[in-house]
């Protein structure tokens, strides 16, 4: 009982320190997901929200009241937290999917264009840029089970790029490629790229020297950060047939020596940071763990796509805290600050519960989704599935990925600051809600 009291305690203090940066994806180098003060326990109403011409998958950051993010009309924005008015954008040669990262007044942002971005923090002008090998998405014939059976498939699912993580005067990010990058942050020098077998969408965590991050390839990395040498691998599932589950697109999280991530093979795990070995796993019976969680008070956050299970367990054990029902898909990511979790869902709704008991404290719904373009929803929110799965031909299966992402979904994490959610929407808006 003592040790697990220490335990938790070592928790509380690493979250609260962890809650001092939001510079990154998921708020620090360690993807806690938790954010400084409190979260809006009512809604008030949109604070504003800046118009981009694509839709805003990634996730935004925000450095001395500047928020910074992405949108796939190829464009790194730069826009002004209190009002919304625009600092600057700088294009890039493709959408912006990633979540930026911030350090020292520069900028660190992916493109689809297969380049890697420095820009300066105050004007946006750029740095330096890395060119990889190629971006690309995950593909496989058969993919979901969609005909033609002997078609290579590329996945609509996988919409997120790799975002970077900053420390020590480097940064960190996966590619399509297959690779993992460690680049010199002032430089944009090459230190070492790491090879894994497919595509690599998920963004690494960095933790006590190590970055851990998942691959397409069903294994998931722990990475020397100062060398790029593997110290374990960890085997998730395999789905050979169609493809469906199998894949580490969520991004880990890392605390008190637990690596948690999700997976498409439907589990959440915990597995050792220092050995590989796996602690615990949560199946969710064919629904993928795309989000990444978030770790607070002894408890994981995380929540699921097709059972739409908005879920939180105990750190150590695995065990089963909460589990509330949502109406649509959830891809995006649980975010923490104080009482309240935040979380976005597909059909373009945002939610904020109670941390401790799961009550749904207000519920937010995009202008896009309260007209519902082409019935996608029901009348209660919920995907009108008679309507859109009406054929397993891949033609059609895309488009009904289409429609779903076309009713103002969230994709996009939300960040929490004083009080204000930032999130983005497949709307094309960045929104700030209080």
């Known amino acids: 009982m003592n040790t697990l009291k220490l335990t938790l305690a070592t928790a509380a203090i ?11 994806f998921r708020g620090d180098a360690a993807h806690s997901g938790v954010y400084a003060g409190e979260g809006p326990r009512q809604l008030h109403g949109v604070k504003w929200k800046f118009a981009t011409g694509g839709r805003v998958v990634g996730s935004p950051v925000i450095d001395a009241g500047v928020i910074y993010f992405g949108s796939e009309d190829g464009n790194v924005y730069a826009v002004d937290a209190a009002t919304g008015a625009q600092r600057w954008r700088r294009p890039t040669g493709g959408p912006v999917s990633a979540t930026p990262a911030i350090d020292h007044g520069v900028v660190y942002a992916g493109s689809s264009d297969g380049k890697f971005y420095a820009l ?13 090998s190629g971006e690309r998405h995950f593909e496989a014939k058969r993919l979901h089970g969609w005909e033609p059976r ?6 609509p699912f996988d919409m997120y790029l790799s975002s970077p993580v900053v420390a020590n005067g480097k940064v960190y990010f996966g590619s399509g490629d297959g690779n993992v990058y460690a680049l010199d942050a002032a430089s944009g020098d090459l230190l070492w790229k790491f090879p894994t ?25 722990a990475i020397d950060a100062a060398s790029g040498q593997q110290k374990w691998r960890f085997h998730g599932g395999e789905d050979p047939l169609i493809h469906n589950q199998v894949g580490f697109q969520s991004s880990a999280a890392v605390a ?52 739409s299970l908005y879920q939180v367990v105990d750190a150590i054990t695995g065990a089963p805290a909460q589990k509330q029902q949502a109406k649509a898909f959830m891809f995006s990511s649980p975010a923490i600050a104080g009482s309240v979790v935040v979380t976005g869902v597909t059909n373009g709704t945002l939610e904020a ?12 719904q995009t202008d896009t989704s309260k007209q519902n373009p082409g019935w996608t929803l029901t009348s209660d929110g919920r995907f009108n599935t008679g309507l ?23 994709y996009s994490s939300p960040i929490i600051d004083g009080g204000t959610v930032y999130i983005g929407s497949n709307d094309g808006n960045l929104y700030a809600i209080d």
């Open 120 to 132: 300066n923090a105050r004007s946006g002008a750029p740095k330096w840029k890395f060119q990889t």
């Open 150 to 155: 002997n078609q290579t498939m590329s996945d």
């Open 353 to 364: 519960r109670d941390r401790d008991s799961g009550e749904l404290l207000w519920s937010f």
């Open 256 to 307: 008190n020596g637990l690596v948690y991530v999700g997976c498409r093979d439907s589990n959440l795990y915990a597995i050792d940071a220092a050995s590989g070995a796996e602690k615990w796993r949560v199946n969710n019976n064919g629904s993928w763990v795309i989000t990444s969680p978030a770790v607070s008070n002894g408890k994981v956050y995380f929540a699921t796509s097709d059972s």
């Open 197 to 221: 077998g497919d595509v690599v969408h998920a963004s690494p965590a960095l933790a006590d020297g190590v970055l851990y991050v998942g691959s397409w390839d069903s294994w998931f990395y």
């Open 388 to 410: 859109l799965y009406r054929s397993g031909w891949q033609e059609s299966s895309i488009a009904t990925a289409q429609r779903m992402m076309s009713v103002g979904s969230f």
């Open 14 to 24: 690493c979250a609260a320190a962890n809650a001092q940066a939001q510079s990154m």
